[in-house]
């Protein structure tokens, strides 16, 4: 999957340098909360900051404003 997208940074579930971690985080959530929502991981493009945890219709949308929008590129979706 190669597919980059926006979020607003402070939207973010969980962050880690760490994949494994990211993921783990993201399993963990989705256990305790039950799969109401899409989750995904991303990077950011700019910055090697490690991985962030979304939801996925949390998503910014191409075409409305962005005030606080970063680039990410998606890693995978849960």
Partial sequence: MDENVLFNPGDAISESH???EAL????????????KRGLLIAKP???????????ADDLISADGPKPDARKYHV????
């Fill in 18 to 20: 760490d994949y494994n």
């Fill in 24 to 35: 783990r985080s993201a399993d963990i959530y989705n256990a305790q909360q039950g799969r």
């Fill in 45 to 55: 493009l700019e910055d090697d900051h490690g991985f962030s945890v979304f939801y």
């Fill in 75 to 78: 890693e995978k979706r849960l």
